[in-house]
């Protein structure tokens, strides 16, 4: 062998070793909706590029939010990156629990993450998650059948014309609801659906004074309208519910109606996915007329626990998966329908994805969202279908489940809501707001 033969060699040992040194395996909890299983099916152009390898905890969203708050609040160290969203996001920032991510590379461009994005997703002007795709929600209704039902849908519509037109295109001996909304117990599931709409109806978690304000009429209004609607149009069993359920029923071409995440438009206009997919129209979260609609404002995004061993592996993933390039690599794939939605302005601005059927009702659902004044009443908290306190988690939670009890029929909507008000007022009692 001659001595540049063997220098060429020597090099390209050394060069394999430092990759296998510094290549890592990272692990990663997320939630098993579909943006997050498509990126999965990606990963192995994250590890061409870096060398890293993933390891996916895949989750459903109530089981996701309990493994990844235990984990963090414990210093488990399971996971190197998190999937969490606007709720924890501030709050695990401020407890210094999170890794901060302003350092992110000039050619990742965080000025082009949305305002409403990045704000929600940052505390003290620091991003401590990256979103992976942001979202509102919005209604998605059957063309079709609301033509058959002899209406016509509005742009932005009220709550009395959505019940209406939910009775008029049931047809249960085809097994076709009106509408299909969430009741799954879980202050994520079922619990951010109800306040979101509620918010329209006037209600509020508390007043100014951290008073629990479930013994209202506000409450009672938003409450005994959803159930009435739901028992009449709604699917059987619809107490528990939560999206995935839903979008299976609406792609099985089983509700008329369907008010959720903007995300869910990719798939029920998927052909490959959807019976309906050629059917399918949009319209913004219904209204009573007070000024407030009923769609919520939320992100799923990619955080790093502080502690991880492996922060410059994660770093690099957060920026392949949320990048503008990434949105390219699935549109090059699957078709700009299918690209994560909601996260950046350059995708809006985007006359290829200004082609799609769904973007401009998704971003007028996002602006349309305001966390900072979310309730007709003044309130004391941040947020449209949470209250960004560390206590709401665990006191949204035990009210969903009595909300959800009501849906089923295993108590009244007035035995419900008192036990809301006493669940929420000893709650905050004891975390010493009252």
Partial sequence: MSIKTKLFAATALSLFSVSALTAETITIATVNNGD????QGYTDDFTAKTGHKVEWVTLEENVLRQRVTTDISTKGGAFDIMTIGMYETPIWGA???LVGLNDLSAEYDAADIL????????????????PFYGESSMIMYRADLMEAAGLEMPDAPSWSFIAKAARKMTDRENDVN?????????WGEGGAFITAM??????RWFDEEWNAQFDTREW?????????????????????????ENLSLFQQGKCGMWIDATVAASFVTNPADSTVADKVSFALAPDTGLGKRSNWLWAWALAIPAGTQKEAAAKEFIEWATSKE????????????NVPPGARTSLYNNPEYQKVPFAQMTLNSILSANPQSSTVEPSPYVGVQFAAIPEFAGIATEV????????????????????????????MEAAGYR
């Fill in 115 to 130: 305002p409403a994005m990045a704000g929600g997703l940052s505390h003290d002007g620091t991003l401590f998650a990256a």
């Fill in 178 to 186: 009106g509408i299909c909304l969430r009741g799954k117990a879980g």
């Fill in 95 to 97: 407890n210094g629990w």
């Fill in 36 to 39: 997050m299983i498509r990126m």
């Fill in 220 to 244: 009672s209004d938003t409450l005994n309208f959803f159930v009435n609607m739901m028992d009449d149009a709604g699917p059987a069993g619809y107490a528990t519910n939560g999206f995935n």
């Fill in 400 to 427: 969903s489940q009595e909300f959800s009890a009501a849906y089923a029929g295993q108590q009244t909507v007035e035995e419900a809501l008192a036990k809301a008000q006493a669940i929420t007022n000893e709650a």
């Fill in 198 to 203: 509620s918010n329209s109806f006037g209600a």
């Fill in 326 to 337: 990434y949105i390219d690599l699935v549109a090059s794939k699957e078709g700009w329908a």
